[in-house]
């Protein structure tokens, strides 16, 4: 069983406030892709690391002592309005993997532990799909209604309530066969491996980068001690 990960890229993924690329942008003295690479390289069921981008320039920004390889994607796909399932179809028409990886890189923190758990568990064939989540036990509202209690009954306790889930947003494992069926990352058996905030902290905005370097600086995160300026 061939399993393959892929980082889908973009250099000129938004902007922030002093007019940079957010993907140029160093964490610890590293671009973020870097710890992106670095993490698949570290998990063992890993057969290969594909950054698949439309520009080759890409790789001035990688370390190179990581393993991995460039693959070009038409410009097309550069298009803000395109899906990520569009991206992920035309990747698996040059990949024959059976199992992939997608991995979107603005979460330095995620572990090895959580990638190889979300691909084991797939891998096992008890699931067909797992991606990274929240798991929030507080009173929800969606479209202006309570999502998880009801406003005719007694306030519950926060401990009683059903938790909610969000997805993280930047760990997903499926199989090839599931992608077919659903044209979907998510399948319809997915396993849901719920992370705590620090882990799945984004890096998107401003603040996510002061956050980011706090944690870095304090020495929380080791891994990039050796990049720190």
């Not at 069983?1 to 007019?19: E, N």
């Not at 670095?38 to 890993?46: A, G, Y």
């Not at 057969?47 to 990688?62: G, L, Q």
């Not at 997903?172 to 905030?197: E, L, M, Q, W």
């Amino acid at each position: 069983m061939k399993v393959s990960a892929f980082i889908p890229y973009w250099l000129d993924y938004q902007v922030d406030t002093s007019g940079k690329h957010k993907n140029l942008k160093k964490l610890g003295g590293k671009y973020l892709i870097n710890y992106s690479i670095d993490l698949l390289n570290s998990v063992r069921e890993i057969d290969d690391v594909s950054v698949y981008c439309s520009d080759e320039s890409v790789d001035a920004y990688i370390d190179q002592d990581l393993k991995y390889r460039f693959v070009k994607r038409d410009k097309c796909l550069d298009d803000k309005d395109v899906s990520i399932d569009t991206i992920i179809k035309s990747f698996l028409e040059i990949n024959d993997a059976d199992v992939i990886v997608l991995l979107h890189p603005n979460s330095p923190f995620l572990s090895s532990n959580t990638v190889s758990d979300c691909l084991n568990q797939v891998i096992s064939g008890k699931y067909d799909s797992a991606f990274t989540a929240y798991s929030f036990q507080k009173l929800a509202w969606f479209k202006s209604k309570p999502l998880n209690y009801a406003l005719n009954e007694e306030t519950p306790k926060l401990k009683n309530l059903d938790p909610v889930i969000i997805e993280e947003s930047s760990l997903y494992v499926f199989t090839r066969d599931s992608f077919a069926i659903n044209n979907k990352r998510i399948g319809n058996n997915p396993y849901i491996k719920c992370i705590n905030h620090f882990e799945g902290l984004e890096v998107e905005s401003d603040e996510d980068f002061e956050i980011a370097e706090l944690i870095v600086n304090s020495g929380m995160y080791p891994k990039v001690e050796y990049a720190k300026i």
